[in-house]
């Protein structure tokens, strides 16, 4: 069964900090994007990722930053926690956009609290 | 930019009844994918049934049909004989199939089947 794995379900972290939030999938997929997940706003890109080193912003990326270093592993980075980043973060993997699947597969979402 | 609207925040039904959930919304592309997508509470977000916009036949997946409407960009979705594990937030995408083919979310629509 395809997975999609993000490290922790629920963090709590102060203002300020360095967050990281870590996803991994093992289904060989090329795309991987992270989105925040905001009562009645629905689901917002925050980055994505064509492949290895490869990324882009999407749509709200101010705050957030992104590593894709191996194929499998796609990080967010939160560089300095604010209370307004307090949201579910969902991670997401697709086998390719040339492959016109077009289907993502998601993790279980890690829920935030910055105090 | 595409945008994407679920005008029903939220919806009740009784087990086995017909529910149908709305969708619209707003390209200037002629190709394209719309998607419905389900989050049960506490889990993940999966894929629930998919469009290409050059298929005028409506998809459907046992239960579950669409009413696309090119035309009038409206993408609704038809639950046959609710079950109660239907219950769930239900998030309605749209892909286009040019560049990076991002996932664009409506704001979701929480369904709650009672019995």
């Known amino acids: 069964d395809v997975k999609v794995t993000q490290s922790s379900r629920y963090l709590v972290k102060r203002t300020g900090e360095k967050v990281f939030l870590e996803c991994v999938q093992d289904m060989d997929h090329e795309n991987m994007f992270w989105y925040r997940q905001d009562p009645g706003l629905g689901l917002r890109l925050i980055y994505f990722?064509?492949?290895?080193?490869?990324?882009e912003k999407g749509d709200i990326p101010e705050g957030y930053s992104v590593s894709r270093e191996k194929k499998e592993r796609f990080s967010l980075i939160l560089e300095s926690a604010s209370t307004n980043q307090t949201s579910m973060y969902l991670c997401a993997s697709r086998e390719s956009f040339r492959s016109g699947a077009n289907v993502l597969t998601f993790g279980a979402g890690s829920r935030l609290t910055v105090l | 930019a595409q945008t994407v609207t679920q005008s029903q925040p939220e919806m009740s039904v009784q087990e086995a009844e017909t529910v149908t959930l709305s969708c619209t919304y707003d390209t200037s592309e002629n190709n394209y994918y719309l998607f419905w997508y389900k989050q049960p509470p506490s889990r993940q977000m999966i894929l629930v049934i998919r469009?290409?916009?050059?298929?005028?036949q409506n998809a459907t997946e046992n239960r579950f049909s669409v009413n696309f409407q090119k035309a009038a960009k409206s993408f609704s979705l038809k639950i046959s004989d609710s079950q109660l594990g239907d219950t769930a937030m239900y998030f309605c995408?749209?892909?286009?199939?040019?560049?990076?083919?991002?996932?664009?979310f409506g704001q979701g629509t929480r369904l709650t089947i009672n019995p």
């Open positions: 995408a749209f892909a286009s199939i040019q560049g990076a083919q991002k996932l664009v």
């Open positions: 469009q290409e916009a050059y298929k005028q």
């Open positions: 990722s064509y492949d290895v080193k490869m990324k």
